[in-house]
């Protein structure tokens, strides 16, 4: 016994979402508003994201313009982690 309250956390339940957290539920409403902000403004082809803590707005060429990977060390960090 550690003295240590534990709960048991089904993976798969976790996997398709779990419940959102407050700070989920915030990011998301900015995302929808700015989204929404980008098809009143007709400023099509653009695409919400995040930037630091601010909303902006990006082009989809842009976004899409090369391919971003993870770097090697963030994974062994990972796997070492999380096995």
Do not use: C, N
């Not at 695409?47 to 707005?57: H, N, R, T, W």
């Amino acid at each position: 016994r550690t003295g240590y309250e534990t709960r048991v956390t089904v993976l798969g339940h976790v996997q398709r979402g779990g419940t959102p957290t407050p700070r989920d539920r915030v990011l998301a409403t900015r995302y929808g508003l700015k989204a929404a902000d980008l098809v009143l403004e007709r400023r099509f082809g653009r695409m919400a994201a995040l930037q630091g803590d601010s909303i902006v707005d990006v082009s989809l060429d842009d976004a899409t313009a090369e391919l971003k990977t993870v770097p090697p060390d963030w994974y062994e960090t990972a796997r070492a982690f999380f096995g």
